[in-house]
């Protein structure tokens, strides 16, 4: 249901690969699933208006109280990997409106002020 949503967005970064989901209970399968690879990563913290600390050497976010994201450097992406914080998934408005509208579950979307970091 999520690709299926995702597609009016028209997403150009993400790979989608099939997948088998076995039940080891009773050994029933289900072939209607895909990973989702979100692919390359975008450089976009804003540091001189965030409030973080980065390990120079990977410049990874070690710690932040306030990240900004330059929107200018997003290259337009709706739904990105950020690369200085590789675990964190950012998401436009669009994506957001769009999960919303197809009432997915199992996607959490946070407001950056609330963000549990």
């Known amino acids: 249901r999520l ?3 995702l597609a009016s967005v028209a997403l ?10 076995r039940n080891p ?20 913290v804003d540091r001189e208006n ?3 600390e980065m390990d120079d050497e990977d410049e990874v976010v070690e710690f932040d109280d306030v990240l900004v994201i330059d929107e200018a ?4 992406f ?3 990997r950020l690369h200085e914080e590789p675990e964190m998934i950012i998401a436009s408005d ?7 509208a197809h ?9 950056p002020r609330e963000y549990p970091y």
């Open 3 to 5: 690709r299926q949503a």
């Open 12 to 21: 150009d970064n993400i790979q989608y690969f099939p997948v088998v989901v």
């Open 25 to 44: 209970l009773d050994g029933t399968e289900t072939d209607d699933y895909h990973l989702a690879n979100i692919v390359g990563r975008v450089s976009c």
């Open 50 to 52: 965030s409030v973080v």
């Open 73 to 76: 450097r997003t290259n337009g």
């Open 78 to 80: 709706d739904l990105f």
């Open 94 to 100: 669009r994506v957001k409106q769009v999960c919303v």
């Open 103 to 111: 009432r997915i579950t199992g996607v959490q979307f946070f407001n």
